[in-house]
T-cell receptor
Framework: EAQVTQNPRYLITVTGKKLTVTCSQN?????MSWYRQDPGLGLRQIYY???????DKGDVPEGYKVSRKEKRNFPLILESPSPNQTSLYFC????????????FGPGTRLTVL | GDSVTQMEGPVTLSEEAFLTINCTYT??????LFWYVQYPGEGLQLLLK?????DKGSNKGFEATYRKETTSFHLEKGSVQVSDSAVYFC??????????????FGQGTILTVHP
């Protein structure tokens, strides 16, 4: 089954404790993105990757890191989480062409205390 | 920069009512336009899309037409069901060429349908 998986689905942590949210896709997509969803703001792109070892900032990259060492995986790293990073996070992938459908993971709800 | 504006929600309807959710956009160039739907506890999934002016996207009884002259992509359904209760997002991709996988989203509209 074609899918994007994320782990964990739920995470409660404390300020400053490094964490990683994993994302994996099995569709051989070139492009992968991370978004955060906040009430009244829709989804905003954090980082994206065009291929292995190629990443770039989205609209809200501060406080986040990513890496793309394999085509299928695109982890999101919070080196020192803060309460304003409490949000719902989605990973997405696509072939990247204009008009291509993006496929979303199930989401990770992160709470930073 | 590019932006998407959706009608304010939430929207509450009775089953079999007519649905319209307004969406307008601002973009340089000619973006592709999308409606994504998020059911409770799930990720987003594509509902329909249109890639050029006057195209009509349709799926599951939902329709939207790409109107370049009014920069709009309003979502409509003639008869909603309880199972249509979800959050609906209008979005556009990068209009200048390769999208690099980036979508610009509206704020989302919560739809609740009562029996």
């Amino acid at each position: 089954e074609a899918q994007v998986t994320q782990n964990p689905r739920y995470l409660i942590t404390v300020t400053g404790k490094k964490l990683t949210v994993t994302c994996s896709q099995n569709m051989n997509h070139e492009y992968m993105s991370w978004y955060r969803q906040d009430p009244g703001l829709g989804l905003r792109q954090i980082y994206y990757s065009m291929n292995v070892e190629v990443t770039d900032k989205g609209d809200v990259p501060e406080g986040y890191k990513v890496s793309r060492k394999e085509k299928r995986n695109f982890p999101l790293i919070l080196e020192s989480p803060s309460p304003n990073q409490t949000s719902l996070y989605f990973c997405a992938s696509s072939f990247g062409g204009r008009g291509d459908t993006q496929y979303f993971g199930p989401g990770t709800r992160l709470t930073v205390l | 920069g590019d932006s998407v504006t959706q009608m304010e929600g939430p929207v509450t309807l009775s089953e079999e009512a007519f649905l319209t959710i307004n969406c307008t956009y601002t973009a340089t160039g000619y973006p592709s336009l999308f409606w994504y739907v998020q059911y409770p506890g799930e990720g987003l999934q594509l509902l329909l899309k249109a890639t050029k002016a006057d195209d009509k996207g349709s799926n599951k009884g939902f329709e939207a037409t790409y109107r370049k002259e009014t920069t709009s992509f309003h979502l409509e359904k003639g008869s909603v069901q309880v199972s249509d209760s979800a959050v609906y997002f209008c979005a556009l991709d990068f209009a200048g060429g390769t999208s690099y996988g980036k979508l610009t989203f509206g704020q989302g509209t919560i739809l609740t349908v009562h029996p």
